[in-house]
């Protein structure tokens, strides 16, 4: 039977295939198991609101396959995307760790299976468990300097093209795929998503990404950029 | 004051410094954390071209070089006291010798890598309003 969304989907953690490439999840048998009897796995679409900025924390999603952006607003209303998730990577831990309001929303941009962990069963796990506490840890300072490097590109940044050029360049760096004509990005974002994670307008990012194109630094083909001047890019990058 | 930073107190050297001085640069391997006691502590980025940011400003109670230690990165940001402090230093590995094991001493981490992370968002809204 076809899975929902062609997701390949993991039920129980301690039979998780890719439990050992995933930070958080890494664990010994006893501590997976631990996570496994509390968790509640749910499938979910493109679009779906996990949390809202501001809204008092029910617990953790463990994001397991799909990707999710995290956003924030600033006092006028601007929206600022601090970062967008990946399989793998535990969202609203430091929320449900204070006690305190999501810092952030969290919505799927893709397809995805989160597993769920109620804040009084996570508080409970790190209460009894060292090593959940080290993987929760390492994730909260991921997150750390996660928004470290973004706070330095949205900070010195001379120009809006330098915050977009090195944006493609973190992405290549990620995850580009060398071929023939450069190196490829698959970009689920659109245009106004890319331009509230440099702070910009969206009419600024089209622009730029017609005159990275018109200069042949880019090529962009349905959903695909491809970087085919890296160079160029590292030239524009001051920080 | 933190409960970490009272546990893990026999543990620290105390020092006091001036305002002016570096506890460490960007690029460093961490050799332990600072438990800032008293004064103000600059926490600052800088570009390729020298320019330089300030990325938030660490007060008593906080502890700088903890997401680094803890997840074995090198700092990503320098520390510069901004008027005179009393800080406790704790080695690296004296540091998470006490806290392995210990659920407790770990959730006070937790708590404080929390905030630290709800800092920098601050931060990105605070630039971001600026623009």
């Known amino acids: 039977m076809p899975s929902p969304y062609n997701l390949d989907i993991h039920n129980t953690c301690t039979e998780c295939t890719v439990r050992a490439e995933r930070l958080f999840c890494n664990m010994s048998a006893s501590s997976i198991s631990a996570v496994d009897s509390i968790k509640f796995t749910g499938v979910y679409p493109k679009g779906s609101l996990l949390f809202v900025e501001g809204e008092m924390p029910r617990g953790i999603f463990i994001l397991c396959s799909g990707r999710a952006k995290l956003t924030t607003s600033s006092t006028e209303g601007k929206t600022l995307i601090v970062k967008i998730a990946e399989p793998g990577e535990v969202l609203g831990a430091s929320a449900t760790i204070l006690g305190k309001p999501y810092e952030v929303s969290a919505e799927t941009i893709e397809p995805a299976q989160l597993n769920f962990i109620k804040r009084d069963d996570f508080l409970k796990l790190l209460g009894a468990n060292a090593e959940a506490c080290m993987h929760t840890a390492q994730q909260l300072s991921e997150k750390y300097h996660s928004a470290q490097r973004e706070i330095r590109s949205l900070g010195l940044s001379q120009t809006t093209s330098e915050k977009l050029a090195k944006l493609l360049l973190d992405w290549c760096a990620r995850g580009g795929e060398e071929t023939a004509k450069g190196i490829r990005l698959k970009v689920l974002l659109t245009h106004e998503e890319i331009a509230q994670m440099i702070g910009t307008t969206r009419e600024t990012v089209t622009r730029l990404l017609s005159d990275f194109k018109r200069k042949k630094i880019i090529d962009v083909k349905g959903s695909s950029v491809f970087v085919m001047e890296k160079a160029s890019l590292e030239t524009m990058v001051s920080i | ?131």
């Open chain 2, 1 to 131: 004051m933190t409960s970490i930073a009272d546990t893990l107190s026999e543990h620290e050297t105390y020092e006091r410094y001036g305002a002016g001085r570096v506890l460490f640069r960007e690029g460093d391997e961490p050799r332990g954390v600072y438990v800032v006691h008293s004064g103000q502590v600059d926490l600052v980025f800088s570009g390729k071209n020298g320019s330089a940011k300030p990325l938030r400003v660490a007060e008593d109670g906080q502890i700088l070089g903890l997401s680094c230690v803890v997840s074995h990165r090198r700092h990503d940001c320098s520390a510069t006291t901004k008027t005179s402090c009393e800080l406790g230093f704790i080695d690296r590995d004296t540091f998470l010798a006490q806290i392995d094991h210990s659920p407790s001493v770990w959730f006070s981490v937790l708590q404080l890598l929390s905030q630290d992370v709800n800092s920098c968002y601050d931060c990105m809204r605070s630039i971001t309003a600026a623009k």
